[in-house]
């Protein structure tokens, strides 16, 4: 079992940055990967940022450049750091660890960017 505990969320700026944080706790010796997805009103949830248990990462297009997945392993935390944001990045924005085959996710954060 791993708990994930989302925060940083807010209202931004566009052009503006934001900091989220993932707090994890539990089976973390486990863990496969982690991530961030987001989903926007009437959207699918998707895929924003990925984090492999060798240090690997991977983004979707549409925030290359602009976000940075990143993992403390010592604060059991994951950190997704978001600049240049833009209006479509509005979503509300989870937390996600794989071990063995499940999915975990924590309670999300709303991410709201105004133009």
């Known amino acids: 079992q791993v708990q994930l505990v989302e925060s940083g969320g807010g209202l931004v700026q566009a052009g503006g940055s934001r900091r989220l944080s993932c707090t994890y706790s539990?089976?973390?010796?486990?863990?496969?990967?982690m991530g961030w997805y987001r989903q926007a009103p009437g959207k699918q949830r998707e895929v924003v940022a990925t984090?492999?248990?060798?240090?690997?990462?991977g983004y979707t297009d549409r925030v290359k450049g602009r976000f940075t997945i990143s993992r403390d392993n010592i604060r059991n935390t994951l950190y997704l750091q978001m600049n240049s944001l833009k209006s479509e990045d509005t979503a509300f924005y989870y937390c996600?660890?794989?071990?063995?085959?499940?999915?975990?996710w924590g309670q999300g954060t709303q991410v709201t960017v105004s133009s």
């Open positions: 996600n660890a794989k071990l063995a085959l499940r999915d975990f």
């Open positions: 539990g089976t973390i010796a486990r863990i496969n990967s």
């Open positions: 984090y492999t248990s060798d240090g690997s990462t």
